[in-house]
């Protein structure tokens, strides 16, 4: 065991954190993508190599970054106990971390998670939603690892922080804009996305919450009441006569919205974790171990 492990995380979270302050919008995605494919056993991690295909590579992974600095945490953990924290113990504990800088309560999180051994490039889709999805479908993924629905508006609160790539938005600005659309905002995303074209290399962006965009708070239900969704899940939450009272709700009250996301990322830290045998602890989160 290693006493000291969620401290140095913690630590080492902050200082990131100051330095870059998008990391921390990075580690709540990195437990979503990792820890609903599957396990929470920090396959999204793995780097393309000796056979094995990246999970980065998938079009769903689009715009993730700040991997790197998984491993700055991992050199911190191994020169304090050398392999006894796992890369998936990091990914859940430096969400939970994270969320704290982000305006959020403090969650307590299980440790003991094992790493993959392998990849699951080939199932990333049919797991991680789509930003066109329809509501159902998006709940039923969710439902499949346990997060009711009211979960589930709370888990898309995270597009509160963070930003989108022009690539998903322009279906909603050209030819026409969506009719679902504020004008206003509408506008906005024409000028933050002036082509309908967009290069997908290049940092062409737009953010879901222009009022508190580093706050993972409430304000992005009751945008999405204001007809100012960025995706089109978003705005479909209002839609839906099974999400809408929960936006009502969370748009109402921060502290119902903290709660409910909080419960949410606990469920999501802890799907399906490997045992002993089917996982491991990795040296370097980007390979496998090889013996």
């Known amino acids: 065991s290693c006493p000291r492990a969620e401290e140095i995380i913690e630590e080492q979270v902050i200082g990131l954190y100051n330095k ?25 991690l793995l780097d393309t190599a000796n056979g094995i295909k990246s999970e980065k590579t998938s079009s769903r992974s689009f715009g993730m970054r700040n991997f790197k600095y998984i491993n700055t945490i991992k050199l911190a953990l191994e020169k304090e106990c050398p392999m006894k924290v796992s890369c998936a113990d990091i990914v859940a504990l430096s969400a939970r971390d994270g969320f704290v800088l982000l305006g959020g309560p403090r ?5 003991g998670r094992k790493d993959s051994k392998e990849s699951y490039i080939a199932e990333v889709e049919d797991f991680i939603p789509n930003h066109n999805d ?36 322009v279906h909603r600005i050209y030819p026409t804009v969506d ?7 509408a506008n906005y995303l024409k000028r933050r996305c002036p082509s309908p074209e967009p290069n ?4 062409q962006y737009a953010r879901n919450d222009r009022i508190t965009p580093m706050l993972l ?12 969704g960025l995706l089109l899940v ?10 809408y009272p929960f936006v009502k709700m969370m748009a109402a009250d921060n502290a119902y919205f903290h709660e409910q996301f909080s419960k949410a990322l606990l469920i999501l830290s802890e799907n399906n ?15 496998v171990n090889r013996n």
């Not at 509501?135 to 997060?147: A, D, N, T």
């Not at 705005?235 to 006569?241: A, R, Y």
């Open 107 to 111: 969650v307590e999180m299980k440790t």
């Open 200 to 203: 997908p290399k290049a940092v």
């Open 134 to 169: 329809s509501i159902p479908s998006v709940l039923s993924r969710f439902q499949s690892i346990g997060i009711d629905t009211e979960g589930t508006v709370a888990l898309l609160g995270a597009h509160s922080i963070g930003r989108v790539h022009c690539t998903n938005i």
């Open 20 to 44: 870059h302050g998008n990391t921390a919008v990075s580690w709540i995605r990195n437990l979503f993508h990792d820890c609903i494919v599957k396990s929470c056993d920090a396959s999204l």
């Open 234 to 243: 978003d705005q479909q939450l209002v839609s839906d006569p099974d999400t």
């Open 179 to 185: 009719p679902t659309l504020d004008p206003e905002y």
């Open 273 to 287: 974790p490997l045992t002993e045998e089917q996982g491991e602890i990795r040296r370097d989160c980007r390979y």
């Open 217 to 228: 708070d409430n304000m992005y239900y009751k945008n999405i009441l204001s007809h100012k």
